[in-house]
T-cell receptor
Framework: GQNIDQPTEMTATEGAIVQINCTYQ??????LFWYQQHAGEAPTFLSY??LDGLEEKGRFSSFLSRSKGYSYLLLKELQMKDSASYLC??????????WGAGTKLIIKP | IAGITQAPTSQILAAGRRMTLRCTQD?????MYWYRQDLGLGLRLIHY???????GKGEVPDGYSVSRANTDDFPLTLASAVPSQTSVYFC???????????FGAGSRLTVL
């Protein structure tokens, strides 16, 4: 079966750096997405990786290793507003999105 | 404001009743989707539509139906609601050739 694994919850301190990991086993691969979802709100797009390597976008970076079935989202200079759930999703060979359950990130002052 | 509008925001429904969740987008996106989100699980696709006039089944289609009469609207109907359909429902859309989804604010449905 297809599977996306990510930690259920993580805690970090304001101003620090946190890395959220995502491992996947899917039927084919057509890209990996990260979305941010604040409590009670809709998911919003953060990043897309289809080639190996690091994609940087401001305080957020996303890394992909296709051979290892692994990605991470790196958040720098954490702010209280970064408290949210982070969803990892992989597009399989049929261009269907497979979603992880999300990682709830708690930021403490 | 461009985006996706869902209605109702929240609804409590008696089991056995019929319910339609509405979804309208003004971005002229070809593809639209309905997901449900349950605690501890990833988003699960219920139904989708790649273009007006066509629909397809997702991962968890049983008990739900959709229609796509035009580009903008994609309603989701529960013909006879059951408690296991208690969930938060998200409508989403994407442009042709693009993989990024834009989500509506969600509809929280409780079936008693």
């Amino acid at each position: 079966g297809q599977n996306i694994d990510q930690p259920t919850e993580m805690t970090a301190t304001e101003g620090a750096i946190v890395q959220i990991n995502c491992t996947y086993q899917t039927s084919g691969f057509n890209g990996l997405f990260w979305y941010q979802q604040h409590a009670g709100e809709a998911p919003t797009f953060l990043s897309y990786n289809v080639l190996d390597g690091l994609e940087e976008k401001g305080r957020f970076s996303s890394f992909l290793s296709r051979s290892k079935g692994y990605s991470y989202l790196l958040l720098k200079e954490l702010q209280m507003k970064d408290s949210a759930s982070y969803l990892c999703a992989v597009m399989d060979s049929n261009y269907q999105l497979i979603w992880g359950a999300g990682t709830k990130l708690i930021i403490k002052p | 404001i461009a985006g996706i509008t869902q209605a109702p925001t929240s609804q409590i429904l008696a089991a056995g009743r019929r319910m339609t969740l509405r979804c309208t987008q003004d971005m002229r996106h070809n593809a639209m989707y309905w997901y449900r989100q349950d605690l501890g699980l990833g988003l699960r696709l219920i139904h989708y539509s790649n273009t007006a006039g066509t629909t397809g089944k997702g991962e968890v289609p049983d008990g739900y139906s959709v229609s796509r009469a035009n580009t903008d609207d994609f309603p989701l109907t529960l013909a006879s609601a059951v408690p296991s359909q208690t969930s938060v429902y998200f409508c989403a859309s994407s442009d042709s050739g693009a993989n990024v989804l834009t989500f509506g604010a969600g509809s929280r449905l409780t079936v008693l």
